[in-house]
């Protein structure tokens, strides 16, 4: 357990006591009290707040993660005040180590957050995380809005649903109440003390853990070059491969009202619902927010002068669109731009011949 390296940490305490990690300063000038997170903050960013167990690995895990400006270790969901390491990692409080995260809307969904965070945890273990046991490890994840709420569910729902784990995907979805930043040396703990946190997260079987159940083969993989050349049709390799745009008005999709998904035209890979797709006026198809689990990539361009968030498919590296903040403000804000060149449509009663059947509950 972590709580077996105090001694150490106590030194790092008196070294580093003459200054105070700028993301832990920056999160006490937050509010983290109440419904906190429930929205952007004043500089375009937005937050989100889970436990994962060692929030040394949590932060790790999240700053990897494009868009995410921020992550700060510390401790949520408890009663009684700011709490110190050593009560919380004694399970002398009702606090639970935990991570928030500040992120870019504009380039990260917190759909894409959830899917980051199942992957650098075990969702079967309420009992604590790996070597780390006690409620003070439990993972949890804290939505602070209504909305934030049905994604992580439906997220959690589409896990389970996937199969890959044998045993039940058991995180609790708790409402925001409460964070408080950890001491300073914890924070980038990864990054100052890299040796031990890389025999740590060796040792603690995290490490292990996600090789042997995330790092998996992906069934959706991308034909060679000149394969594609002779399956797709020229608008379809222009648009995927050399990021070509089709007309606007004069294409399949953006008239389409059918029930059913949408899929990279490429590897198949699922991308976007009809339940989620909107008449823009813009003449492409263009939705709010890609189907719960889809990791979509997304780079700036500047193709025409300005700078736009470009969307690429994740398995096949298709370039699918752009995405712009000027979608539905009661559902995501974002309009995902697509061409319908590169994606092609399963109707709702083929998802099961077509081998997409688990997708079926987005329209139950």
């Known amino acids: 357990m972590k709580y077996t390296i105090l001694p150490l940490l106590a030194l790092l305490v008196l070294v580093g006591a003459g200054c105070e990690h700028p993301a832990v300063k920056q999160a006490k000038e937050q509010v983290h009290t109440g419904n ?26 999240f700053e990897k993660v494009p868009g995410v400006t921020e992550a700060v270790s510390g401790y949520a969901a408890g009663t009684g005040g700011q709490p110190d390491y050593q009560s919380v990692a004694q399970g002398k ?30 969702p079967t273990d309420i009992s604590g995380q790996f070597a780390d046991r006690g409620a003070q490890y ?12 049905r994604e992580a569910e439906e997220s959690k729902a589409l896990l389970e649903r996937s199969g890959t784990f044998d045993d039940p995907i058991l995180v609790p979805i708790e409402d925001f109440s ?28 995290r490490a292990p853990f996600i090789r042997n159940n995330w790092h998996m083969t992906n069934k959706y993989t991308k034909p060679s070059d000149d394969e594609l050349k002779k399956t797709l049709t020229p608008l379809q390799y222009t648009v995927t491969q050399e990021a070509g745009t089709e007309p606007p008005g004069n294409n399949e999709y953006n008239n389409n009202k ?7 035209i490429v590897t198949g890979e699922p991308l976007f619902s009809s339940t989620d797709k909107f008449d823009s006026k813009s003449g492409w198809p263009s939705f709010t927010k890609p189907i719960t689990g889809t990791e979509l990539e997304k780079k700036t361009d500047y193709d025409i002068g300005v700078p736009r968030t470009e969307v690429r498919s994740k398995s096949g ?26 994606m092609k449509f399963i109707p709702k009663d083929k998802l099961e011949e077509e081998g997409y059947g688990e997708y079926l509950y987005l329209f139950e």
């Open 178 to 205: 409460n964070f408080f930043p950890a001491e300073d040396y914890h924070q980038d703990y990864y990054k100052n003390n890299s040796a031990h946190y890389q025999a740590y997260e060796e040792g603690s079987g």
């Open 258 to 264: 059918e029930p059913g998904i949408y899929v990279d």
């Open 138 to 149: 439990q993972p949890r994840i804290f939505p602070a809005t209504d909305k934030e709420r």
């Open 93 to 122: 409080t009702d606090f639970v180590e935990a991570v928030q995260v500040t992120y870019d809307p504009r380039v990260v969904s917190y759909q894409e957050l959830l899917e980051a965070y199942w992957r650098h945890i075990n």
């Open 36 to 61: 906190a997170n429930e929205g952007l903050l004043v500089h375009g960013t937005a937050t989100a707040t889970f436990a994962g167990g060692c929030f040394w690995c949590s932060e790790s895990a």
């Open 317 to 342: 590296d298709s370039h699918l669109g752009h995405v712009f903040q000027d979608g539905p403000k009661e559902e995501t804000g974002l309009r995902y731009c697509i061409n319908s060149a590169a």
